[in-house]
């Protein structure tokens, strides 16, 4: 595979940078402004054959401070998660009021390295009517990095003036051809229905095409499989033993048990249960479990209506950071039995596919933390997987 260079912002806990990672991109500067997210980062690169070990040692902390001519022409890919408080449903919903918003920070990245491709993503709240003329925006600053905002222009003036260049003018060696995309990571293998909107653009001297991904995976599938007792044949457990969720038992009622009827395409696999990605692991012990990294049990977990956790049979609720609660208790796991429990760090990281050998720094909450506002490695990787096989076409 042809290795290609890269500029990580927002890094985070490194879920996207791991799967850009697997897509062939080595990262030659890496930007994320959180001391744990770093101290993550560091610990797992300290590891000889760790899965990024090769990444820079330097680690910047502050975007705002960064300078990217010294690296035009020199990059292949920009990446990054800018911050999404402002667009999360559990946000305060201010968008382009929020100082938090670090989109014209990507943005000015792009302009200043003029990267071959760029590829960002945030939450899918981003994409609601409320903030439809925001993200407009959004994708035409990426659109013309080099349209800038003049001094006090109001974000809609500035819009507009884009939109205008946008319709008048022929497309030049500054200019980016965008595609967006609301993906469900369960869609794609991942144990866990997380839903991100991701921003893809290739430079337009380029002329290289690229589209997103159909989904690989179904929740019809899955629903077949539970149906028909091929699921529980797969995980070897009886078909008693599975928890079938009550939306997956409802579509089955509603056609009688007819699991022919639901979507049994060759090509198309079943979603991933949590059940299909915790099997192996041990049952956590209150000190730890010797042999696995962050597989520590915690009390506390309880169910009560609107906060009954994960389904066991089913890929997992989308694990939340918890800065504004988690409402729907998508941190805890619901066994088949009834029982629930939180999920152990080492588990929420499975759930967000990342490998067995990397490290989460910090406490429980500061690790879930990091993991829930992580990408799913192997999504990233999806994407950026066919990002590199255009650019290298």
Known sequence: MEQLTAIELFAGAG????????????PRK????????????????????????????????????????DLEGKIDLVSGGPPCQPFSMGGRHNAQADTRDMFPEAVRAVRECRPKAFMFENVKGLTRESFAAYFEYIRLQMSHPHVVAQTEEDWSDHLRRLQKHHTSHRETCD??????????????????????????????????EYAFRAPTHSKEALIADLASGAYSDRVG????????PAQAARTIAALGGKSNQLDQRSEIKPWRTAREALVDLPEPKINGTPGWFNHLRRHGA?????????????????????????????????????SVRYFTVRESARLQTFPDDFEISGSWSEAMRQLGNAVPVELAQVVAEDLQAALIS
Request: positive net charge; hydrophobic residues 35%.
């Open 15 to 26: 879920g996207l940078g791991l799967g850009i990672g697997r897509a062939g991109f080595s």
């Open 30 to 69: 890496i930007v994320e402004f959180n001391d744990h997210c770093r101290e993550t980062l560091r610990l797992n690169r300290l590891k000889a054959n760790g899965p990024i070990h090769h990444w820079p040692a330097a680690i910047d902390s502050d975007v705002r401070d960064q300078k990217y001519t």
């Open 175 to 208: 200019d980016y051809r965008v595609v967006t995309q609301v993906m469900n990571a369960a869609d794609y293998g991942v144990p866990q229905q997380r839903h991100r909107v991701f921003f893809v653009g290739l430079r337009a001297d380029l002329g290289k």
């Open 237 to 244: 457990v009886s078909q008693r033993s599975v928890a079938i």
């Open 302 to 338: 309880k169910p009560y209506p609107g906060h009954t956790g994960s389904d066991f049979d089913f890929p997992a609720k989308a694990l939340k950071a918890g800065v504004h609660g988690v409402p729907g208790g998508e941190n805890m796991l619901r066994r088949s039995n009834g």
